[in-house]
T-cell receptor
Framework: QKEVEQDPGPLSVPEGAIVSLNCTYSNSAFQYFMWYRQYSRKGPELLMYTYSSGNKEDGRFTAQVDKSSKYISLFIRDSQPSDSATYLCAMSAGSGGGADGLTFGKGTHLIIQP | EAQVTQNPRYLITVTGKKLTVTCSQNMNHEYMSWYRQDPGLGLRQIYYSMNVEVTDKGDVPEGYKVSRKEKRNFPLILESPSPNQTSLYFC????????????FGPGTRLTVL
């Protein structure tokens, strides 16, 4: 199974709010978890990368992984209009000698209202 | 500047007319792949390559071909395009593996009439 579930939104919040984005998955072999940000008419860019369970913080962004619940989250503090984008979760089991690719969620469209 | 480039960025063609979308990276990455992005379906991997002359199918390979004759280039070939291949295509590269950070190109929007 490779399915990853992600609410497509759109999610609209006022500037300065805390944003919570989430994905659930069914494959217990996934151990590499990523969040990509995609602006309109652009390719995705890596935002956060986490291995196994736990939290990772980078500036206003925090990624959380709960492997026991098969649930990952991305929190954005003090959200800015420039954070308006589509956020894609992605994950991999990291097997196959390097061949194993990423399974992406469908993406959540986030709108930060000024 | 480290980047992945794709050409063309936009293409409108007709059913059955062979086309090639080029992809090039200047980061000396070993792993390269092609994705298509469709509304409601997300990003899905078409083909990937772990190094020169090493390619393999991803999740949705039907109707596509690839080649990897040089490390930097990974063209996507549609020998007989059909309307269901209308999509937004992304090339991506990473250092070694499919789970390393993927660097994406700007995308190619393909319409097949």
């Amino acid at each position: 199974q490779k399915e990853v579930e992600q609410d497509p939104g759109p999610l609209s919040v006022p500037e300065g709010a805390i944003v919570s984005l989430n994905c659930t998955y069914s494959n217990s072999a996934f151990q590499y978890f990523m969040w990509y940000r995609q602006y309109s008419r652009k390719g995705p860019e890596l935002l956060m990368y986490t291995y196994s369970s736990g939290n990772k913080e980078d500036g206003r962004f925090t990624a959380q992984v709960d492997k026991s619940s098969k649930y990952i989250s991305l929190f954005i503090r003090d959200s800015q209009p420039s954070d308006s984008a589509t956020y894609l979760c992605a994950m991999s089991a990291g097997s196959g000698g390097g061949a194993d690719g990423l399974t992406f969620g469908k993406g959540t469209h986030l709108i930060i209202q000024p | 500047e480290a980047q992945v480039t794709q050409n063309p960025r936009y293409l409108i063609t007709v059913t059955g007319k062979k086309l090639t979308v080029t992809c090039s990276q200047n980061m000396n990455h070993e792993y390269m792949s092609w994705y298509r992005q469709d509304p409601g379906l997300g990003l899905r991997q078409i083909y990937y390559s772990m190094n020169v002359e090493v390619t393999d199918k991803g999740d949705v390979p039907e109707g596509y071909k690839v080649s990897r004759k040089e490390k930097r280039n990974f063209p996507l070939i549609l020998e007989s395009p059909s309307p269901n291949q209308t999509s937004l295509y992304f090339c991506a590269s990473s250092l070694f593996s499919g789970w390393d950070e993927q660097f994406f190109g700007p995308g190619t929007r393909l319409t097949v009439l």
